[in-house]
């Protein structure tokens, strides 16, 4: 739901300058981040800035080096995609200006915008696309979210090409090119989830680079895309320079350079009244505790936006029986996460879709909570409860941290005894991918195609966090991946929703609202945004 509204009281204004003064006083990274040239909204040259925050640090700008969504934030800025995805399911033009499938379904062929530049100046071309593809396939190159290109004709079950090049990706012409794919399916698949992250690089300047050295080489320092943005500079950590590329296809950006800056998430609201941060990115939800001094701020459009994200505590498999995991699920209290804790600004999830998602499946209901029925479960499996249990969480995540907190009280209830264990994101990614966990919480972006958790439950795949060995599930999802009929997907849907039920490699928890905001300096900004994952569609913003 939209909100805008005025101050409500001369005290919270009182709060929200303190806040500013915290923030931006002193010595901190914080303050040399909005201080000199950037923090201006017009510089001493007459340039017209808008600053952009997020919570996550980015990793690269290769994009196909990352499952990162804080880098996933810039590369939409520098690079490409064929279409824009949209949360209500439907799809716009991006780099594709038109799209069609054959009559048997396993043909897509993109017609591209004839008017797109790389940022040197060369156009974008069908060879570009080709390229990409052949890259995010490569033997050569481990591309993290490769199995997404399992879908094409030329490569084995993991995405990666049978030989060299071999991925069945074609140009037709300078500005047509056509995916080929194993067999009839369903073409919104591949346009909800290929597209969401399958960026265009440029063949140009990389054709003489092997695909081994790819990632790593120096082009990624200062890349050449084909965005709105063109990059400027970076301080590591802080923030990412740009300017605005104003030959970009879609329309010349209204502003002439933007920054994104990492900033904490207890500093947002500061920077939104301080005037030092304009709009918030994706992944920069506010904090609860600000939420309603930000809706009552007077300058400030707030946004709390349903989405499919939702957020799990992953549950190592090879250390927990399935019979203690479906006890896990019910000991803990997802009523106290959402009302109490998250406030209302969430909802329960029963599995990897969401309530109002159109897949999914209503059997799968009610999500029960009983704590009794649990601690006998737990007794009955024989299960050793005097080993403490470890349980990962993202350092600096106060959301998670105190979900942790009050699931570590629940499962104390049952007779288990939990050792909460802060990280940062990349280590904790890292210990749950090689299994060196009980429990660890990560969160999910969801998508309007049912099948993106798919590649998280499939034994032998980089994210197959819960240490899974039984192939049913991702045989499953794979299977519903690949028919055309969508009452035949959804019954395999349904399906795979009450298998993850019963086995519970992951306890789903809650779905949190995105509580974004912007200053009334930038409008034009879509409300809902187009695309919660990573397209701000900046082209389309007017600056003040």
């Not at 590369?75 to 799809?91: A, P, S």
């Not at 396993?106 to 915008?113: A, K």
């Not at 920077?271 to 709009?279: A, K, R």
Request: charged share 20%; proline share 6%.
């Amino acid at each position: 739901m939209l909100k805008t509204n005025f101050l409500k009281g001369a005290a919270v204004l009182a709060m929200l300058l303190a806040l500013t003064g915290s923030l931006f006083a002193g010595g901190s990274s914080e303050t040399a981040a909005a201080s000199g040239q950037t923090a201006a909204k017009t510089t001493a040259t007459g340039e017209k800035v808008v600053t952009i925050a997020q919570t996550g640090n980015w990793d690269t700008f290769m994009p196909m080096n990352t499952t990162n969504q804080g880098s996933d934030n810039i590369i939409d800025l520098l690079f490409e995609r064929l279409m824009i995805i949209k949360t209500d399911g439907t799809f716009d033009p991006r780099l594709a200006s038109s799209w069609e499938v054959n009559e048997t379904s396993d043909v897509i062929t993109y017609h591209l915008n004839e008017n797109a530049k790389w940022h040197d100046g060369v156009p974008v071309t069908a060879q570009d696309v080709v390229y990409s593809a052949q890259v995010a396939s490569s033997a050569e190159y481990a591309y993290p979210r490769r199995i997404r290109m399992q879908y094409f004709a030329g490569t084995d079950e993991s995405g990666m090409e049978l030989s060299p090049d071999s991925v069945a990706v074609k140009a037709i012409d300078d500005h047509t090119v056509e995916f080929t794919l194993k067999q009839p399916m369903d073409p919104t698949i591949i346009y909800a989830l290929i597209n969401r992250d399958f960026y265009i690089i440029p063949y140009h300047l990389l054709k003489d680079i092997s695909d081994a050295d790819l990632a790593s080489d120096r082009f990624w320092q200062n890349p050449v895309g084909a965005g709105p943005c063109i990059f400027d500079s970076q301080i590591s950590g802080e923030r990412v320079e740009f300017k605005a590329n104003k030959d970009y296809y879609l329309g010349a950006p209204d502003f002439d350079r933007l920054v994104y800056r990492v900033v904490t998430s207890p500093n947002l609201l500061a920077g939104l009244v301080s005037g030092e941060i304009d709009v918030l990115s994706a992944d920069a939800s506010l904090p609860l505790t600000d939420w309603e001094a930000a809706c009552n701020t007077p300058g400030i459009t707030t946004m709390s936006i349903p989405s499919f994200q939702y957020q799990t505590m992953v549950i190592n498999t090879q250390h927990i029986p399935q019979e203690v995991r479906q006890a896990i699920n019910i000991a803990i209290n997802k009523d106290v996460l959402v009302q109490s804790l998250l406030m209302g600004e969430a909802r329960k999830v029963a599995g990897p879709l969401t309530d109002d998602h159109p897949y999914f499946n209503d059997a799968i209901l009610p999500i029960e909570y009983n704590p009794e029925k649990a601690k006998e479960m737990i007794a009955e499996s024989g299960f050793d409860t005097s080993k403490p249990l470890t349980m990962l969480v993202t350092t600096g995540n106060d959301i998670g941290q105190k979900t942790a907190i009050l699931i570590q009280q629940d499962l104390q209830k049952v007779g288990l005894t939990i050792q909460i264990q802060t990280l940062d994101f990349p280590t904790l990614l890292t210990n749950t991918r090689n299994g060196d966990y009980d429990f660890s919480f990560i969160g999910f972006q969801g998508s309007v195609d049912p099948t993106e958790s798919v590649p998280n439950v499939t034994v032998g795949y980089l994210n197959n966090f819960s240490q899974l060995t039984d192939p049913t599930l991702g045989e499953i999802g794979m299977e519903s991946s690949l028919v055309v009929d969508p009452a035949e997907r959804h019954e395999l849907m349904d399906q795979y929703q009450v298998l993850i039920k019963e086995q519970v490699p992951y306890v789903y928890l809650y779905s949190k609202n995105i509580l974004s905001a912007h200053t009334n300096r930038v409008s034009g900004i879509p409300e809902p945004p187009v695309d919660y994952n990573a397209n701000k569609c900046v082209w389309l913003w007017q600056i003040d």
